[in-house]
């Protein structure tokens, strides 16, 4: 909705049209002012193991709170890639996970590996692959310490000089999920291209997963995910699991992972530690982040 205003702006100027454009040019000048003033946070969700609870990951996710308001990523992502702001952000991303993990290790807390997710635009710039390892590396961190969230739009690049920063990331260990999985609308093929260790269930397909018309239902869809990526050998993470009946439906589909409000929300970091992270204890019980150090 938005992309459609900015690309017919040129043509056309209906009023409506430049109302739209002067919404969007006020967001874009007070996301440019959030981000020189360190206003975005990082917020972080848990991503359990399905039938034990057990914490496996977390997924770091971009909040901004404009004042009093609100203000969803699904609104300001877009304006962020549009104007180029997402590079800023993005490597600030990068920058403030490894920071928080550092952080977390130097209270003595077990860390899983943490999610971050890329925007497709991040991977034209310049190599995001340089900058993440790099910054993992002065951190002293191993690589299986963070993972990569992308969808299947990375695949829209027609260089393909995306997926040659994937199989960077990927060759380095760091683990690449596909994000949103099911929404898109690429072939199936890209699956066995792409250098992916995780398939991330859209939380469509988890909404209508359990309902009173079983006419309706996307268990047959998700059984069918299930079964691909088990012959892939892919690991499987659903999100937007609110309810009990989901997860055990989703464990019974043999599901390994979920993510969602039923586990919990995204959190500020401190609540989120204080909530979900254990005390590592060294020699007995490493953190998930070193059993897999290469
Ligand atoms: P995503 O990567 O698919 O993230 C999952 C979204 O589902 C998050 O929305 C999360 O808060 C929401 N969610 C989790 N559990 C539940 C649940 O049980 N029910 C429902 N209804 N929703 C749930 P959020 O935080 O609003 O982020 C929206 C999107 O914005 C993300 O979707 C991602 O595409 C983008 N985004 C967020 N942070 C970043 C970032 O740091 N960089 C980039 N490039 N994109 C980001
Ligand atoms: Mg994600
Ligand atoms: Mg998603
Ligand atoms: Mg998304």
Known sequence: EAK??????IRSHTPVMNERITFRMSLETK???????NQLQLYFQPQVATASGRLTGAEALLRWHDGEKFIPPDHFIP????????IQIGEWVVERTIAQILEWR???LAVPPIAINLSPRQF??????TFILERLRQAGLPT??????????VLLDAENASIEELRRLHAAGVMIALDDFGTGYSSLSYLQRLPIGTLKIDKSFIKDLVLDEPTSSSEPMVRAIMAMAKSLSLEVVAEGVETQPQRRELEALGCDVIQGYLIGRPLPAGEFAEKFLSRSRPGKDPAPADIACP
Not at 31 to 37: D, E, G, I, T, W
Not at 144 to 153: C, F
């Open 4 to 9: 459609a205003a900015g690309g017919n702006a």
């Open 124 to 129: 034209w710039h310049s190599s995001i692959s």
């Open 79 to 86: 304006v962020a890639e549009d104007s180029g702001l997402i």
């Open 144 to 153: 299986s310490a963070i993972k990569a969230e992308v969808t299947e739009s």
């Open 106 to 108: 130097a209270l003595n």
């Open 31 to 37: 996301l440019r002012r959030a981000v020189a003033k």
